[in-house]
């Protein structure tokens, strides 16, 4: 039976970020995460509300569900069969201070895995493995990344995106191109849908979610070479090793039985909610190789 869902917004997660920074460090050391589910009878799940097929919220009583959601309440059913689960509204902006500080006990949200973030946080092996491409209006003339110089580039804020637009204005080395920044994918995406942006760059699962899920899934295309390929993991608190292993264990033991790709197709090339349309991405080569040969190695390894 599924667990009903508490959820808290992500004004209450701004606010228990805040309340949680001015507390001494020694209060906020916190027990291991095991202990701390097991003590308290709860597990709380950082999820977005706005990144389709990843994780977001679903009708009016803001169910959230997609991929990285089911491998997240998966893992836990496992580790934590007994607690319950209470799911928290995130963005890219707080989700790592939230792990941190104890908020959030693992974040389901599609995160980047780098050797920055590294510092801060642990990542679980990867479990996706993203492009970042530009989606665009069917009528736009963009279609390579070496058209951008001098265009209105639109993409959310705490992003990879942004820093990978930032190295191709650089490399571009013309006129530069002006990045707008929307506070999450769903406002980054009205920046293009509107026409205030002649493009939104992001994660190509992501931009393919946006489309289905909008007005008009025809008006759109994803376009252009990939401005680069992101290992794409759940994240947890770092100097934890026993909850790192046990989250492993439970997605390892999925992908080699086949489940997990049951559950990729599931998201990616099944018709998913609210609209019933597939994303069409089937799995592909760089993934079908992490399923048979789990890791955890950040982004920099995949741009050597």
């Known amino acids: 039976m599924a667990i009903l869902p508490k959820t808290l917004t992500a004004g209450a997660a701004a606010l228990a970020l805040a309340c949680l920074a001015s507390l001494p460090a020694q209060a906020q050391t916190a027990t291991p995460t095991l202990e701390k589910i097991k003590a308290s009878g709860k597990v709380v799940l950082g999820v977005r509300e706005t990144s389709p097929p990843m994780a977001y919220a679903l009708g009016a009583n803001e169910k959230y569900v997609g991929y990285h959601v089911e491998l997240c309440e998966r893992v836990l059913k496992e580790i934590?069969?007994?607690?319950?689960?209470?799911?928290?509204?995130?963005?890219?902006?707080?989700?790592?201070?939230?792990?941190?500080?104890?908020?959030?006990?693992?974040?389901?949200?599609?995160?980047?895995?780098?050797?920055?973030?590294?510092?801060?946080?642990?990542?679980?092996?990867?479990?996706?493995?993203?492009?970042?491409?530009?989606?665009?209006?069917?009528?736009?003339?963009?279609?390579?990344?070496?058209?951008?110089?001098?265009?209105?580039?639109?993409?959310?804020?705490?992003?990879?995106?942004?820093?990978?637009?930032?190295?191709?204005?650089?490399?571009?080395?013309?006129?530069?191109?002006?990045?707008?920044?929307?506070?999450?994918?769903?406002e980054s995406f009205l920046l293009l849908e509107s026409g205030r942006a002649d493009a939104f760059v992001l994660d190509d699962n992501l931009l393919a979610g946006m489309i289905a899920n909008s007005k008009d899934p025809s008006a759109y295309r994803i376009v252009g070479e990939p401005l680069g390929a992101e290992p794409i993991a759940l994240l947890f608190r770092k100097d934890d090793p026993a909850f790192k292993t046990a989250v492993d264990g439970v997605l390892t033991k999925l992908m080699q039985s086949g489940e997990m790709e049951k559950i990729y197709t599931k998201w990616f090339v099944n018709p998913i909610p609210p609209k019933n349309v597939s994303l069409n991405l089937p799995l592909g080569t760089t993934l079908r190789q992490l399923f048979s040969a789990p890791n955890d190695k950040p982004l920099e390894t995949y741009q050597q």
Do not use: W
Not at 100 to 120: E, H, K, S
């Open 80 to 186: 934590a069969p007994d607690a319950k689960l209470e799911y928290m509204a995130v963005t890219a902006q707080n989700t790592l201070p939230l792990v941190q500080n104890g908020t959030l006990d693992i974040g389901c949200g599609p995160t980047t895995n780098n050797t920055a973030r590294q510092q801060q946080v642990a990542f679980a092996v990867t479990t996706y493995v993203s492009e970042v491409r530009m989606a665009v209006r069917k009528d736009s003339d963009l279609k390579s990344i070496s058209q951008l110089a001098g265009r209105t580039i639109a993409a959310s804020t705490g992003t990879t995106a942004v820093q990978l637009l930032r190295k191709q204005e650089r490399a571009l080395g013309g006129a530069p191109i002006k990045t707008v920044l929307g506070k999450d994918h769903h």
